[in-house]
């Protein structure tokens, strides 16, 4: 089961000076198989999707951008599209490449999600990825 969090490792990782908005991240997506929530640290391939056009690893992500609303920082992301692709995903990991692949929050979808031959999109909300 994937249970939407950010993940303890990425807040304790922040305090210690280890991310940065320059470094790159990605997004990886999953089956039902794995069991992640708010103790993932590391982006890994159990239970990553596999399929026509997915890369192991996920996609860049792009448009990062920071703000501060209501006294919390967030970092937020624009969407990532799959094109071509033939995947049934249960939810996705954004994790920091750059910095040994720590994770930073994932998400459950709720229901599998699936695309046959065709795109799938994600929006990431920015309120997921805050510091208090």
Known sequence: ??????????????LQGRHSVTDEYKIA??????????????????????GLGYESGGKVLGDIRTDLIDGSAHMSFGDVIFENVSVIASGCMIYNASK???????????????????KLTISIPSSVIAIV
């Open 29 to 50: 997506l999953y089956d039902n198989s794995v069991d992640m929530g708010e103790e993932t640290q590391a982006y890994t391939t159990e239970g990553e999707v596999e």
């Open 1 to 14: 089961m994937i249970r939407t969090a950010l993940c303890d490792s990425f807040k304790l990782d922040i």
């Open 100 to 118: 040994e692949n720590r994770a930073v929050a994932v998400f459950g979808f709720g229901q599998d999600v699936e695309a046959r031959n065709g």
